[in-house]
């Protein structure tokens, strides 16, 4: 009965479990001791007061110099042991950073910016570096790249020898390097894809810098705040601290240009055409011979500027009909030797379907059709004939239209004639169309488009008529006619953007840019150093960018390393414009005013910088709970 009692009171609360541990792991010993001198031990092994994990310790854990053998690590217990793989260096300090990979068992508390050191040698070596390993196309943060350093300062160290020191950017592509000796060396980014530290492929992303590095050290002061809650401050105080330097090295991240030569892909998506991809731009197109068909004058070739993708539309429904067509193709690819050399491959495309195939299915069709037409003649309904077919005519036009664009068609296939008397535009004056003058382009860039260009008046409403027979295609149709109305908007309807910019180069490029990054429009800078953006609509966020184009092509070029040219520079209004109607923004911008690490904004980083680990800090909040 007694047992019963004392069992139904102690069931009716909920006592406290007591304070929560808010203290992270604490060292206690290892073998060999924290900065060891003369250690022969391959064997690392760090114990703590308390059980511990490793978080991310593939990610996290750095061992420096760098191990071609990747070294053993794992936590056991109360203990984290590392077992090195590679032979030890003579007289050569070790460092083992593991962040913030050690945490407690139970809680999570991290040990944060943990290292261990030792040196096989008579000296611990104690200098740091540190910086930031940014993409140098849009100044993204690049995660999980290794830096490292070389004390052989020749450009062949990069490409011949492991680094003498490394580390690996965070979230935030942030590094430091530690361990390191007094002297000079060449720092380097490198996204290692076959882990021997080396860059020997152009499909690695890279960084290096024209400077050369020289660690140095200083006494500094640095203000500590200590709070006594989550809002509120008690005292702040300064300390003293040794600054490593340098402390802000800046790398610009890319990947060079691929220029080796050689088909990746041939693919007949369609019937009647088929498409050529080629790994790197080529100075000249493939020469195409038919083994079953007369190749002469049989195709129309749509290309890149860069001639690296292809398309051959087939004139004759003879040939494109084939089930497989049957090429040589001869044209210039890279040997083993980086040369470019003639080459001769056999191209076999056959139709996703054979003609038997595609006969039954047409057959099959013609047959459903049938039916539904003797279904509706039972019932005594209309048949209606069957409907012309036209050339597919797109016509971009919006019917709120904007100052600054002009009208586009664009095909599905290829055009054979195009009558522009056959095209009319028309403002409407009073309550009657007039005809007004207009230009008809084609577009630079993207084949089968067209542009329609007129001097677009704010308010007026425009008519964009299209005779019927106007543009007839390669297969023998022909489009229908076309109406289609556009009221331009007023002119209070926009906003501007105005910038006067100092510190880019005369041939810079500005560019506005959406949320996503999409480069909406792009003006070369100005002789007066300025660059404006009218007609922008209103409640649209929009974001400038700029890149020095030094060999002013109009188009951001990447780096390329043997020529020791690094990638135009980039830069970013660290600022976002939400457009107001008839308003103008004038902006004054100094392009190096802020760290170029810190321009892009935060929310319209893709990468996104990870939550800095911190012990929990519950305490506070089970007080609160208790009412103390």
């Known amino acids: 009965m007694l047992m019963i009692v004392v069992y139904s009171c102690a069931s009716m609360g909920n006592p406290d479990g007591g304070p929560y541990d808010e203290e992270p792991p604490k060292f206690v010993r290892s073998t060999p001791k924290p900065f060891a001198i003369n250690s022969k031990e391959k064997k690392v092994t760090i114990e703590f007061d308390e059980f511990i994990k490793l978080e991310k310790a593939a990610e996290k854990v750095v061992v420096s110099p760098p191990q071609l053998e990747q070294p053993e690590i794992k936590a056991s217990g109360r203990k984290v042991v590392v077992g090195l793989v590679d032979s030890l260096r003579p007289n050569t300090t070790y460092t083992i950073d593991f962040a913030d990979a050690i945490v407690d068992n139970n809680e999570g508390n991290p040990l944060g910016n943990y290292a261990f050191t030792f040196s096989t040698g008579t000296t611990i070596d104690t200098m740091e570096v540190s910086g930031t390993v940014l993409s140098a196309s849009d100044l993204e943060p690049v995660k999980n790249i290794q830096v490292g350093l070389h004390s052989d300062l020749s450009d062949s160290a990069f490409m011949k020898k492991p680094f003498d020191r490394v580390s690996r950017t965070d979230s935030r592509g942030h590094f430091s390097i530690r361990g390191i000796a007094p002297g000079k060396y060449r720092i380097y980014a490198l996204m290692d894809g076959n882990q021997n530290y080396l860059f020997d492929s152009k499909t690695e992303m890279i960084a290096f810098s024209d400077s050369i590095i020289i660690p140095a050290m200083e006494d500094a002061m640095r203000q500590d705040t200590i709070w006594k809650d989550s809002l509120t401050i008690d005292t702040i105080k300064s300390v003293g601290y040794t600054r490593f330097l340098p402390d802000d090295i800046i790398l610009r991240a890319f990947k060079e240009e691929n220029d080796r030569q050689y088909l990746t892909r041939s693919e007949r998506d369609k019937e009647n055409h088929f498409v050529l991809t080629f790994s790197a731009r080529a100075d000249t197109l493939p020469t195409l011979k038919g083994l079953n068909f007369d190749e002469r004058d049989a195709f129309i070739i749509e290309k890149t500027d860069r001639n690296d993708s292809i398309c051959y539309w087939i004139k004759d429904s003879l040939i494109y009909q084939m089930d497989t067509l049957e090429i040589q193709m001869d044209y210039l690819a890279t040997d083993t030797l980086d040369r470019l050399v003639p080459q001769t491959d056999t191209l076999f495309l056959a139709n996703k379907l054979t003609r038997a195939e595609r006969e039954k299915l047409e057959a099959k069709a013609a047959e459903e059709k049938e039916k539904e037409r003797k279904k509706k003649e039972k019932k005594g309904e209309k048949i209606e004939p069957e409907p012309t077919k036209f050339l597919t005519l797109n016509v971009d036009a919006p019917s709120a239209f904007d100052l600054d664009r002009n009208v586009y068609l664009s095909f599905d296939e290829p055009v054979a004639s195009i009558d522009t008397a056959a095209i009319h535009m028309e403002i409407k004056k009073d309550s009657l169309w007039e005809e007004i003058p207009f230009l008809f382009v084609s577009d630079s860039v993207l084949p089968r488009k067209y542009e329609i260009l007129a001097e677009w008046e704010p308010e007026k409403e425009y008519q964009l008529s299209i005779d019927s027979m106007a543009f007839k295609g390669v297969y023998g149709l022909h489009t229908n006619k076309v109406k289609q109305t556009m009221k331009v908007k007023k002119l209070n309807e926009y906003g501007t953007i105005l910038l006067n910019i100092t510190g880019a180069d005369s041939t810079a490029v500005v560019e506005l840019l959406d949320g996503s990054g999409k480069v909406l429009r792009q003006q070369r800078?100005?002789?007066?150093?300025?660059?404006?953006?009218?007609y922008l609509n209103p409640g649209t966020k929009f974001y400038i960018r700029l890149f020095n184009d030094r060999n002013g092509n109009g188009v951001w070029d990447t780096g390329k390393y043997?020529?020791?040219?690094?990638?135009?520079?980039?830069?970013?209004?660290?600022?976002?414009?939400?457009?107001?109607?008839n308003f103008d923004f004038e902006e004054n911008w100094n392009i190096n005013a802020v760290p170029v690490e810190k321009q892009k904004l935060d929310e319209i980083k893709k990468q996104k910088p990870e939550e800095t680990k911190k012990i929990q800090d519950r305490n506070k909040e089970r007080a609160r709970k208790l009412g103390r």
Do not use: C, G, R
């Open 525 to 534: 800078i100005t002789p007066q150093n300025t660059a404006d953006f009218y």
């Open 562 to 581: 043997s020529e020791h040219l690094q990638p135009e520079e980039v830069y970013y209004f660290p600022k976002v414009w939400e457009m107001k109607a």
